[in-house]
């Protein structure tokens, strides 16, 4: 693996044979506020530079990065070496060696996740609506519940690690919000600050934690809300649809088995 500088490598415990990684805008070919490393076909890039980009990843990783199309939902995408980029889903797992799971995010919170014994990876895309689900059960629980349907491990075998997102500084969402993650655990109110009239600050991070820990999921790394973590914050090192206005670039977090 080479990844450019200034891309993240998860500083978690993963077993031999697997591999996480994280761009930030470095290391691509992409002009304007797409600069550098735009890995979005949908964002209005040009088209030869996010396939330039794309193949400038696929070599860091020396694996085959699946892109999906993510619509803010919870469907998971079992990958296999005939899943094509573009699949619908905001969350996959893999057990075939050579696949990266891979996320793209401007904003919202990537999450990778293995076992313990090496046998399968996942990989979810959790903003707000994919967070929060309904009824409680969202895109957390759906990867989870796939990732060990696909390995037989459980969630004591399950490791987890958090990306770059929007930071609880920065995340200003109206009352809707609030309540629909109060809906199914009032105890997450915490994670929600007051931020003017009826405007709330929210931790994306935090409740993510909070959702893996009622899964049981206790080994948990990477983000854990700080500034340095935060999209918008880092103007320089990563993109965010927000704090640009929707004209930014996507970085990706991908997770794979040799």
């Not at 085959?64 to 199309?69: E, H, L």
């Not at 699949?87 to 793209?104: F, H, N, S």
Request: hydrophobic fraction near 45%; charged fraction near 20%; aromatic fraction near 6%.
């Amino acid at each position: 693996m080479r990844p450019a500088p200034g891309w993240i490598v998860p500083d978690w415990p993963l077993p031999a044979g697997v591999h996480a990684l994280c761009t930030t805008r470095d290391g691509g070919v992409s002009e304007g506020p797409y600069a550098s490393l735009n890995l979005g076909d949908h964002v209005g890039d040009a088209a030869a530079a996010v396939s330039a980009n794309r193949r400038i990843f696929a070599a860091a990783l020396r694996a085959r990065p699946v892109f999906m199309q993510q619509v803010h939902g919870s469907r998971v995408a079992r990958l296999s070496s005939a899943t094509a980029d573009g699949v619908q889903a905001d969350a996959c797992v893999a057990t075939e060696g050579g696949l990266a799971c891979t996320i793209m995010v401007a904003d919202c919170l990537p999450v990778l996740f293995a076992t313990a014994d090496g046998k399968a990876v996942a990989a979810a895309h959790a903003g707000w609506r994919g967070l929060a689900g309904s009824a409680g059960e969202g895109v957390l629980e759906a990867a989870c519940r796939a990732l060990w349907a696909a390995s037989g491990a459980g969630a004591a075998e399950t490791m987890a690690w958090l990306g770059p997102c929007i930071g609880p500084q920065a995340f200003e969402v109206g009352p809707e919000v609030k309540a629909a993650f109060e809906a199914s655990d009032p105890g997450c109110a915490a994670l929600f600050m007051p931020h003017g009239i009826g405007k709330w600050l929210a931790d994306l991070p935090g409740l993510a934690r909070r959702r893996l820990r009622a899964l049981a999921v206790e080994r948990i790394h990477g983000n854990d809300g700080g500034t340095a973590w935060c999209t918008v914050a880092n103007p320089s090192r990563f993109f965010s649809h927000r704090r640009d206005r929707g004209i930014s670039g996507r970085f990706a977090a991908a997770i794979w088995r040799r």
